[in-house]
C-alpha cells in the first residue's frame, strides 16, 4: 500500500507562484509513475501532469503546458508540482495520485490517491 500525502497549497495572487509536494510512504516509488489533477468546485477532476518512473518523460493538460513544471526525486520519495504564472481558473484542489506502472497511461491506471491540497488563485 502506498500513502500520498500533498503539502504546499495555500493562497496567492494571480501571477504568483506556488510549489506543491508529494511525499510517498514505500519502497517502490522510484518504479511508479506519478501524476496531479485538480477539481475545481461543481466540476469534475481533471488531469494536470503527469512523469514516468524516471522523470525521463513527462505530460501536461494543454491549459497548464509552459507554466507548470512536474518533477520527482527519488531518493526523497517525492513530485513536485512547480506553478507559476497563476490564474484565477486553477484555483482548485490538487491531488497527488500515483500508479503501479511505470509509464503513466491515463488516470484510470492510477492506483492510489491522496487527499488533496487546496490552490486558491485570487484575482
Known amino acids: 500500500q502506498v500513502q500520498l500525502v500533498e503539502s504546499g497549497g495555500g493562497w496567492v495572487q494571480a501571477g504568483g507562484s506556488l510549489r506543491l509536494s508529494c511525499a510517498a510512504s514505500?519502497?517502490?516509488?522510484?518504479?511508479?509513475?506519478m501524476g496531479w489533477f485538480r477539481q475545481a468546485s461543481g466540476k469534475e477532476r481533471e488531469f494536470v501532469a503527469a512523469i514516468n518512473w524516471s522523470g525521463a518523460a513527462t505530460y501536461y493538460a494543454s491549459s497548464v503546458k509552459g507554466r507548470f513544471t512536474i518533477s520527482r526525486d527519488n531518493a526523497k520519495n517525492t513530485v513536485y508540482l512547480q506553478m507559476n504564472s497563476l490564474k484565477p481558473e486553477d484555483t482548485a484542489v490538487y491531488y497527488c495520485?500515483?500508479?503501479?506502472?511505470?509509464?503513466?497511461?491515463?488516470?484510470?491506471?492510477?492506483?492510489?490517491w491522496g487527499k488533496g491540497t487546496l490552490v486558491t488563485v485570487s484575482s
Open positions: 514505500g519502497r517502490t516509488f522510484s518504479s511508479y509513475a
Open positions: 495520485a500515483a500508479s503501479r506502472s511505470r509509464y503513466y497511461s491515463g488516470p484510470a491506471d492510477m492506483n492510489y
